[in-house]
């Protein structure tokens, strides 16, 4: 079969997924790339985490099958160590020692499943599944906040102050009293901060407004 080609400008939550596995035991690696492989899902596999790192991490959606026992420091450890370098991946624990502390901070620290050694194939299929789904809506919408914030950057600082105000309930005359602004000033600014940025009305532009953060500040 054919794989149709991507265009340059397609989203990475469009692309093809990948799963990463990192265990130091080689015929559990197989094992997995094997599995992953006949499901049709890509893989990349590695010995150990410092591995993974020194490798470039396509951007596409992604989850990581990562064994707690590991070389030098732990799946556990490594798990911190990825937040820090705020490297968002989904996580898949797996161990032969799993003990319910290990579980807890594992999913604490946001792990999508937690497996233990031997597990049943479709377990492991089922958490790669709601894993790299979680992450592709993560992309969604950090894209979304993306292209709002480069919208929001399209305004100047009068258009600012006047969304602020109007995202917060206040009628144009409220705006303009405040803003010290005539009525039909405040109308020209909002009719220009709804074409930048893209709003199809004034619901729409409260949404937007709300999904940036933006707020009223107070006097």
């Known amino acids: 079969m054919t794989e149709r080609p991507r265009s340059s400008h397609e989203p990475a939550s469009a692309k093809e997924p990948i799963v990463f596995v990192i265990d130091d035991d080689e015929s559990m690696r197989r094992a997995l790339a094997n599995l992953f492989q006949s499901v049709g899902l890509k893989v990349e596999v590695f010995g150990s985490a410092p591995e993974m790192l020194r490798s470039k ?42 003990d319910i502390p290990m579980t807890v901070r594992a999913m604490k620290s946001g792990a999508v499943d937690f497996l233990t050694k031997p597990f049943r194939d479709q377990d492991m299929l089922d958490a790669v599944v709601t894993a790299i789904e979680r992450d592709r809506k993560r992309r969604e919408a950090d894209e979304i906040v993306a292209n709002l914030q480069a919208q929001l950057e399209t305004l100047t600082p009068r258009e ?60």
Do not use: W, Y
């Open 57 to 98: 991490l396509p951007d596409v959606a992604s989850c990581l099958v990562l064994d707690i026992r590991l070389p030098g420091s732990s799946g556990l450890d490594f798990q911190t160590e990825l937040a820090k370098a705020s490297i968002q991946i989904p996580i898949i624990f797996m161990t032969g020692h799993g």
């Open 160 to 219: 600012r102050e006047v969304l602020a105000l109007v995202s917060s309930g206040l009628m144009n005359k409220q705006v303009a009293a405040e803003l010290g602004l005539a009525e039909i000033t405040v109308k020209i600014h909002r009719g220009h901060i709804m074409k930048k940025m893209g709003a199809r009305s004034l619901a729409d532009l409260v949404r937007k407004a709300e999904t940036l953060g933006i707020r009223r500040v107070k006097p």
